[in-house]
């Protein structure tokens, strides 16, 4: 044991010995030197602000000095002192066209691209913004039905063989759960669409089922158009317990109208969602592409026969855009 004992302090002896003896001529066995001038050359061009939330700027990298540039990109800070890439409020990573979003309005920001190597990270010149008043998202088309009646706003098309269609039923007598003792969906009006059917005691699918509820957005003026759909299925519980059905439906847009099966195939296809247990019966929203700003637009809820769905039921539906302030 004693001859152990005094091995491994003979070890520790020698070790201490040779740090100790380090010196600044001498190579640390724990440092390695790099020199921060070899770090990438990298600049902002470009910077500007939008909708009193957003800051644009283009990320160049002028020299890599001969290495491999790991990372790149800006950050961003109302702290100047706060600007390095462990501080900064946000980074934004990559090369070219880069955007800071969520930011606050009416405020002054600093930023600076930056790039990473392995000597070391190398900044760009400061740049200070100020961001501009809040642009104020606006609902151009909202219809709830828990009071209002779709049909006024709404246009339905069946371009299958469903001989159903889109109906709005008023569901606190049609679908009531005994042991909640009451309508597991709310005393709603429902906009719904079945590709199943029970008539004379039988019961089948319409594997043609095709049909497609359209609205009208007018985004004249507006920006980052966007678009709300509250959705449910059939098999949400607790009216089922089992595996359940979760309907799927396309959220579609054009900007001419879509009154074929034809012009529905060739519109845009936003989103192809399953409703499921988080999103039943809530708000989820799609942002719509940039080529809607602006524009008046054709929207369609689009509703197909599936073989695991039952049927889709709607709830809300609205349309939004930014609008800038108004001095």
Not at 63 to 72: C, E, F, K, R
Not at 89 to 95: C, I
Not at 126 to 143: D, H, L, M
């Amino acid at each position: 044991m004693k001859k152990y004992l005094s091995k491994y302090m003979f070890l520790l002896a020698t070790a201490i010995l040779l740090f100790a003896c380090e010196d600044e001529n001498t190579p640390s066995l724990t440092h390695i030197d790099r020199d921060a001038s070899k770090a990438p050359v990298t600049s902002l061009s470009n910077v500007s602000t939008m909708y009193g939330q957003d800051i644009y700027v283009t990320v160049s990298v002028n020299d890599t000095q001969g290495l491999d540039v790991m990372q790149s990109g800006a950050i961003l800070s109302t702290d100047q002192t706060m600007l390095n890439v462990t501080q900064a409020a946000q980074r934004v990573v990559g090369e070219g066209a880069l955007t800071f979003s969520g930011l606050n309005p009416q405020t002054t920001y600093y930023l600076c691209s930056y790039g990473i190597n392995s000597e070391g990270v190398g900044y760009g010149e400061v740049q200070q913004i100020v961001t501009g008043k809040a642009w104020e998202r606006v609902p151009i088309f909202k219809e709830d039905f828990t009071t209002t009646n779709f049909v006024s706003n709404f246009y339905a098309f069946q371009f299958g063989d469903s001989p159903r269609g889109w109906i709005a039923t008023f569901l606190d007598g049609n679908f009531y759960d005994s042991a909640a003792q009451a309508n597991p969906f709310g005393t709603a009006e429902y906009v719904f669409c079945s590709e199943s059917y029970s008539v004379f005691g039988s019961e089948g699918y319409i594997t043609g089922a095709d049909n497609l509820l359209e609205f009208v957005a007018d985004f004249t003026d507006g920006l980052r158009p966007q678009v709300t759909i509250a959705a449910s299925s059939f098999g949400d519980a607790p009216l089922n317990t089992g595996s359940g059905y979760w309907d799927k439906y396309y959220l579609i847009a054009s900007l001419d109208p879509i009154t074929t099966v034809e012009e529905a195939d060739a519109a845009d296809v936003i989103a192809s969602p399953t409703v499921s247990a988080a999103t039943s019966a809530k708000n989820v929203t799609f942002d719509l592409p940039d080529k809607y700003a602006g524009q008046v637009a054709y929207i369609g809820i689009r509703h197909l026969y599936e073989e695991d769905g039952y049927m889709l039921m709607i709830t809300y539906v609205d349309a939004s855009a930014l609008y800038e302030p108004i001095d």
